[in-house]
């Protein structure tokens, strides 16, 4: 390579290169303009980030010429120089389209600034090569972008999980979630259980990509030991759910009750974790578990949400039902479960035991004579009792 630059390029032709640069970067801007609807549609601080990009890329491509080495530090300059702002307004289709444009521009003007027809193809292969140059550095802008805005929806994915958790105020959660596309009218359910060994990074990314698959939003935080999965729509386990359940790491899963909408989501997360804390005390738990489930265990616990719920769902309605259902009750528990001691202790019928028991079932939605419905009613009773001792009912 000689002093002026490129071997086939006199000092004069570079000269001319100089002086056309700026016009060469405006015939491209307006043949951007003629060509696409959308560029005289973008608004004007936007459109001059484009004219910026185009005169640098004009001016890397004049500089490239006198020493071709430079070319990939060079065309990334011209963008690291437009706004900040650009991305989001122009996506990398349309950059592509624009860089294509602007090579056209370039083919057609840059042959008449040769001295020979030498020099007429050294600068058509130029062109050409410094075009291809640019676009790779669009998609390498693009993707940094992109990389970049997937860490900030990480950041704010984890602050809204950690805001749902928590209980925080509504707005802020709200306005953190529709930022990343969470529609606020939708159900939410919140799952609990623990995450993979070492969280692979593409862990949290295939389980957002099952959730959207099923067509359902999902978000996802890591909080020390725990997994916590905000998922848009009911606790029932059509397909997506189960492939959600699939991703969690070994052991328990709990699901909490749908809450109507993400604002009052943090009900489903604080019975979901109760749940988890508590399931240990249920070695056959399913996998998942309902939170509602685990009412006995998560009031041995000290929950109080769990001790309202056995309240409501067991003594309060058999004290309200009377026919001496909750007499029945504790003699069919003190009998063992035997149901002909039950009726002799309490002078009655074998069949008005059973008539009762099934009456209990109906009720309270929990079977006497099933051992985990036995143990739900059993604790139930005990709790009820304990909170009417202290006139809470």
């Known amino acids: 390579m000689t002093q002026t630059g490129h071997p086939r390029l006199s000092a004069r032709t570079l000269r001319l290169l100089e002086h056309a640069s700026g016009d060469l970067a405006t015939a491209s801007v307006t043949e951007m303009e003629q060509r696409w609807a959308w560029f ?10 484009v004219v910026l990009v185009t005169q640098t890329s004009m001016a890397n491509f004049v500089e490239w010429l006198k020493d071709p080495q430079h070319s990939i530090k060079l ?46 193809a050294t600068l058509t292969e130029a062109s050409l090569r410094f075009g291809r140059e640019v676009a790779f550095a669009a998609a390498t802008a693009y993707a940094g972008a992109a990389e970049a805005r997937g860490a900030w929806d990480a950041r704010l994915e984890a ?21 990343l596309g969470w529609d606020e ?13 070492d969280v692979p990074p593409d862990t949290l990314s295939d389980m957002r ?27 029932e386990l059509p397909d997506e759910i189960a492939r959600l359940i699939g991703a969690f790491g070994e052991g328990p899963v709990v699901i909490g009750p749908t809450a109507p909408s993400l604002a ?27 939170a509602a489930d685990l009412l006995p ?39 063992c479960g035997v149901l002909e001691s039950c009726a002799r202790r309490l002078y009655v019928h074998p069949n008005t035991v059973r008539y009762r028991l099934r009456r209990i079932a109906d009720i309270t939605g929990r079977a006497p004579t099933d051992a985990r419905g ?3 009613l059993r604790v139930g009773l005990a709790v009820g009792r304990l909170a009417r001792s202290r006139g809470q009912w």
């Open 40 to 49: 005289r549609r973008l608004p004007a601080d936007q459109r001059a980030g």
């Open 75 to 120: 065309t990334a300059d011209a963008f690291r120089s437009a706004p900040r702002e650009l991305a989001r307004w122009v996506s990398l289709r349309q950059t592509v389209e624009l860089v294509r444009v602007a090579t056209v521009a370039f083919e057609e003007r840059l042959p008449n600034l040769a001295a020979d027809d030498a020099e007429r």
């Open 159 to 179: 602050l809204v999980v950690d805001g749902v958790v928590r209980g925080d105020a509504e707005e802020s959660l709200l306005s953190r979630a529709a930022a």
């Open 185 to 197: 009218t939708a159900p939410a359910t919140v799952l609990v259980g623990y995450p993979p060994p």
């Open 209 to 235: 990509g099952t959730a959207t698959r099923g067509g359902r939003a999902a978000l996802l935080g890591v909080q020390g030991s725990r997994l916590v999965v905000v998922a848009a729509g009911r606790d």
């Open 264 to 290: 009052e989501a943090h009900r489903s997360a604080a019975d979901a974790l109760s749940g988890l804390r508590a399931v240990p005390a249920w070695p056959a738990a399913p996998r998942p578990v309902p």
């Open 297 to 335: 265990e998560r009031a041995l616990a000290g929950d109080p949400e769990a001790e309202r719920l056995l309240v409501e769902e067991v003594l309060r309605p058999l004290s309200a039902a009377g026919g001496g259902l909750e007499e029945t009750l504790d003699t069919y528990f003190d009998s």
């Open 374 to 376: 036995a143990l739900v």
